[in-house]
């Protein structure tokens, strides 16, 4: 599954048929042989080989194992490229977006790092930057778990009904359904990273 201007598509048999075919041809090239040739050592009809390395086929496990042999690869070699076409998100350190979120304050600063495109989010990274310290924190539940890692100052981190301590190098992992959020910023300014993983939609 891929996604194209937004809307997530999957692989059509036509781009597993090219994608194959090139790959079988690859390899053919690489023992030196002949269509023929190669349509021999494999066993395998001189016109099927011809099909499948145009794309005009979709051939069957048997035949992809006899070329596999025959090429002296394994057969999950007829698949590179396929899983080529995923998403690589890179986020520079100067173009991060803010996220508001409901309740923040002046001092809260939530920047996006970014996320594999899709329906849903499996993953939401964060980068967390707190420099006002405020009598009264909001409180923040969601889905999911949430990972946090201290990079700069120091506060203390209400997770339901308990309070921790958290320095630079520290983390903490939790279950986001539980109310949880700075509750005292003790050195500042204070600076985490937070990491929330959702389930991933079946």
């Given at each position: ?50 099909k499948i390395e145009h794309g005009q086929t979709s051939p069957s496990l048997s035949t992809l194992t006899r070329l596999a042999h025959a090429a002296g690869v394994p057969i999950t070699a007829f698949f590179r490229g396929l899983d080529e076409e995923h998403d690589v998100v890179i986020v520079r350190a100067d173009e991060r977006m803010e996220i508001l979120h409901e309740g923040s304050r002046p001092g ?95």
């Amino acid at each position: 599954m891929t996604e194209v201007d937004g809307q997530v598509v999957n692989f059509s048999s036509d781009d597993v048929c090219r994608v194959v075919g090139e790959r079988v041809r690859d390899a053919r090239r690489a023992l030196g042989l002949t269509m023929a040739q190669f349509a021999e050592v494999a066993q395998i009809s001189l016109g099927m080989v011809s099909k499948i390395e145009h794309g005009q086929t979709s051939p069957s496990l048997s035949t992809l194992t006899r070329l596999a042999h025959a090429a002296g690869v394994p057969i999950t070699a007829f698949f590179r490229g396929l899983d080529e076409e995923h998403d690589v998100v890179i986020v520079r350190a100067d173009e991060r977006m803010e996220i508001l979120h409901e309740g923040s304050r002046p001092g809260h600063v939530y920047e996006d790092l970014g996320s594999l495109r899709g329906k849903t989010r499996i993953i939401e990274p964060m980068m967390v930057t707190l420099e006002s310290a405020d009598d009264v924190f909001p409180l923040f539940q969601h889905e999911g778990v949430e990972f946090l890692h201290i990079l700069e100052g120091a506060m203390e981190y209400g997770y339901g009904p308990r309070t921790y301590l958290l320095e630079p190098g520290d983390t903490i992992q939790i279950h986001g359904e539980v109310a949880h959020g700075p509750v005292n910023l003790v050195e500042l300014p204070v600076r985490f990273m937070s990491v929330k993983v959702f389930q991933a939609a079946e």
